[in-house]
Structures are given as structure tokens and as C-alpha cells.
């Protein structure tokens, strides 16, 4: 989670004077654009392996062979959340574009275009008011409302039910005594469809940093990553099959849907996946005000 982030020790102490969590965003921000040119410094020379032979050559405040063992492990971690997000530019570059145009890469397929205003206790009073999700035409294509699944937290479970075909749920699997620090630094979320469960979990590491997660949907692994402008991109085999614009109080939430129809697995976890980073987010925030 961004959070953790903050609690790194970084190549340089906090310099702004300024107090709250947009000021602390912000140095975040710029630390990272830091670190990045460092990090291409560092690959550009072409002997570093690995992780570890990356960061060893890397800035770090307290020099990296005198971090403790849990700051050493989020150093390498941020390591690796940057050499991912450096790849993931490189990718973007041969593929002709940084700006992400709305098309799946890899393929010439134009995407459909969904919008729905989310509420504002939608991730955490246990009632909902039912959501309806629109075509660009205007037309109601389905309604999200709260969910449930067996060994999955109330307030963080949705459902999709559209006008013709399955329905789809998604929720936050609740932490137990034993796997309660997992549930913090790593949550899972199941999803249903036609009586099908599945999967996902946040990729460590990069989790710290953006939301990041990974799993199965009917046997097709998905991965989902939050990008520099803040949408997000969800991609099989390397091939972009939808992004998500997150909304808010007065912007709606827009999915873009590359090929699923609205009575798909696929389409269901499209649509229920700003629920998700709407939570991821909004806990982030809360422990960044906590510890920040």
C-alpha cells in the first residue's frame, strides 16, 4: 500500500515544511520520479541482474548495507515496483504510444465505453442504493448493488446483476486472527460468476506503491495496475482487455470494456473492480493519516 511508502527509508529525509497528506504525496511523488532516473542510470549500464544488485547501487539514507532486515525487504520492493513500472513504459513505447490510446494493445479492437456514479458509503455502510451502470447511449445495461460471499467482509462485497445474462460478485476476503497482518499488507478478493468462485490477490511489492492485483477469471489470468494518470488497466497475456477511470463525489466512474458483454464473468469483474480500488484507496488513506 502507498502508506508503507512512507514509512520506507527513503534516499533523502522529508524536506517540505508543509504539513498533511497532499504535502507528503507530493514529496512522494517526486521521490519517485527521482528514483526512477537513478533506476535507468543503474540499468542503462547493463550489470546489474537482479533486484538486489539494482537497489545495492541505489541512494539509500542510511546506506544499504546498514538497513534493518523489514526496511532492507521494503527497499527491494520498491526496487522492483520501479524496474516493473520501468518495463511497463518500454512496453508502452513499442507498442507506439505513452498516451494509451483507447484500444487493446495487440489487437485493433475499439473499446465500449460504461459510466456509473458511485455513493459515497458505497465501501462502508452495509446498505447500498442500487447503482446503475450505462451504456454511451444512455441505456441501463445492469445495476451493482451489496453483495455477499461466504468469508467476505459486508461492507466490501458488491454484486452486478445485469438485465440479461449472470451475475457477478466480487468482495474483500475478511482476515482472521491468524492472517490479519496478510489482510493489511495483502488482501484477497473472490469473485463469482455462474456459481464459479475465483480469485485475486495484490501483487506485493507494487501493491506498496499502486494498486496492483493479479489472479484467475474462468481459467484466464488477468492482472490490473494502476496507472501514472490514475485510471487503470486491466490486461491478459500482456494484452489490454479494459481500463477503469476511477470517479468520486461529482466525476462518475468510467470502464472501458474492450470485448465482454454486460452478462459476462469478464464484464462483471470490469465494472466491480472501481469498488475494489475504491476500498484499496480509501485504506491506504486512512493508515497514511494514521502514520503519515
Not at 19 to 24: F, T
Not at 45 to 70: E, I, K, N
Not at 209 to 216: D, K, N, W
Request: hydrophobic fraction near 40%; charged fraction near 20%.
Amino acid at each position: 500500500m502507498p502508506w508503507l511508502l512512507a514509512l520506507t527509508w527513503r534516499s533523502s529525509p522529508p524536506t517540505s515544511t508543509a504539513s498533511g497528506l497532499p504535502a507528503r504525496v507530493a514529496e512522494l511523488k517526486a521521490h519517485t520520479l527521482e528514483r526512477s532516473v537513478e533506476m535507468r542510470t543503474v540499468l542503462a549500464a547493463g550489470h546489474a541482474t537482479t533486484v538486489w544488485d539494482v537497489a545495492r547501487q541505489l541512494t539509500w539514507s542510511r546506506g544499504f548495507g546498514s538497513l534493518p532486515r523489514f526496511a532492507l525487504r521494503l527497499a527491494l520492493a520498491e526496487t522492483a515496483s520501479h524496474n516493473e513500472g520501468w518495463r511497463r513504459v518500454a512496453e508502452t513505447k513499442s507498442a507506439g504510444s505513452l498516451n494509451r490510446p483507447l484500444q487493446s494493445r495487440g489487437r485493433n479492437e475499439t473499446m465500449n465505453a460504461y459510466s456509473y456514479q458511485e455513493g459515497v458509503l458505497d465501501s462502508l455502510a452495509e446498505s447500498m442504493r442500487p447503482v446503475s451502470v450505462r451504456a454511451s447511449d444512455g441505456s441501463t445495461v445492469g445495476v451493482i448493488t451489496r453483495g455477499a460471499i461466504p468469508g467476505c467482509e459486508a461492507t466490501g462485497t458488491f454484486e452486478f446483476a445485469p438485465r440479461t445474462g449472470q451475475n457477478t460478485l466480487m468482495g474483500v476476503r475478511k482476515g482472521t486472527l491468524r492472517t490479519a497482518l496478510s489482510r493489511l499488507l495483502r488482501p484477497r478478493y473472490a469473485i463469482v460468476h455462474d456459481n464459479r468462485a475465483d480469485e485475486f490477490v495484490e501483487l506485493l511489492g507494487e501493491n506498496f506503491l499502486y494498486f496492483a492485483v493479479s489472479g484467475a477469471l474462468q481459467g484466464r489470468k488477468i492482472k490490473a495496475r494502476e496507472d501514472w494518470d490514475g485510471s487503470v488497466e486491466v490486461t491478459s497475456q500482456g494484452v489490454e482487455i479494459g481500463r477503469f477511470h476511477p470517479g468520486g463525489l461529482l466525476a462518475e466512474t468510467r470502464v472501458e470494456v474492450a470485448k465482454f458483454m454486460p452478462g459476462s464473468a469478464g464484464f462483471g469483474l470490469m465494472v466491480l473492480l472501481p469498488f475494489i480500488h475504491r476500498i484499496y484507496k480509501d485504506e491506504s488513506d486512512a493508515l497514511a493519516s494514521l502514520f503519515g
